[in-house]
């Protein structure tokens, strides 16, 4: 598969930042999200229950949460369109394995992994392309492994995606049912939903949504 025509403009936009991005998470724990932390625990139990696949953080930026999932016992590794950012992920954590690559184009075998990661990594994915980009994740994935895709949600259950101010470039925001069933399209069951409401020190006032999903 080719790379999106996207990923350039997004790829030079994370360069540009990522010194400043990797200061502003470098001591991020999430310590101060605690469901995160648990539905990334609950991620990682269920991901060992089938094997010790490999799992892969797709859009890692400079690999704090990579690190977060190896401290968890996932054989985790971090992909990232930035060059910057890789470089940076592996300054900050040497003993971990970071690459360059497009999450539309993945440098990985099918079936190779045992987990998958979407952090906010699809926000800058257009509609148009996202399925693609699905389709990616669920061709990597091995029969029983597991994805967890965590996005910003829309407004109001009819409105499937919306597009919003983003400092890096344009990203968008999917009505979780919509995304559910995209997901489904391409082979990734629905296990849970998390959703997250703002709270009112967010800069954005908009609910996170975390999707974990599994391929039969």
Request: aromatic fraction near 6%.
């Amino acid at each position: 598969m080719t790379e999106l025509d996207t990923v350039h403009a997004t790829r030079e936009a994370y360069d540009s930042m990522a010194h400043t991005y990797a200061q502003m998470f470098h001591d991020e724990t999430l310590g101060d999200r605690p469901l995160e932390r648990a539905l990334l625990r609950a991620f990682a139990e269920v991901v060992r229950t089938n094997g010790d696949g490999e799992v892969a953080d797709l859009g890692c930026g400079p690999g704090h949460v990579t690190a977060h999932l190896h401290g968890l016992g996932l054989n985790a590794f971090g992909v990232d369109a930035s060059p910057v950012m890789i470089e940076l992920a592996r300054e900050a954590h040497p003993r971990l394995r970071f690459e360059v690559g497009s999450m539309a184009a993945l440098d990985i075998e099918d079936g190779a992994l045992g987990g998958v990661l979407s952090r906010w990594s699809v926000i800058h994915t257009p509609p148009r392309d996202l399925p693609a980009v699905l389709a990616e994740f669920a061709r990597v994935l091995a029969p029983g492994g597991h994805l967890l895709i965590e996005f910003p949600a829309t407004d109001g259950p009819h409105k499937e995606t919306q597009a919003y101010d983003h400092k890096v470039v344009t990203a968008y925001r999917w009505s979780p049912d919509r995304l559910a069933e995209l997901l489904r399209d391409h082979g990734l069951s629905e296990t849970a939903r998390l959703v997250i409401e703002p709270r009112p020190t967010d800069q954005r006032q908009f609910p996170e949504v975390q999707l974990l999903a599994h391929k039969a």
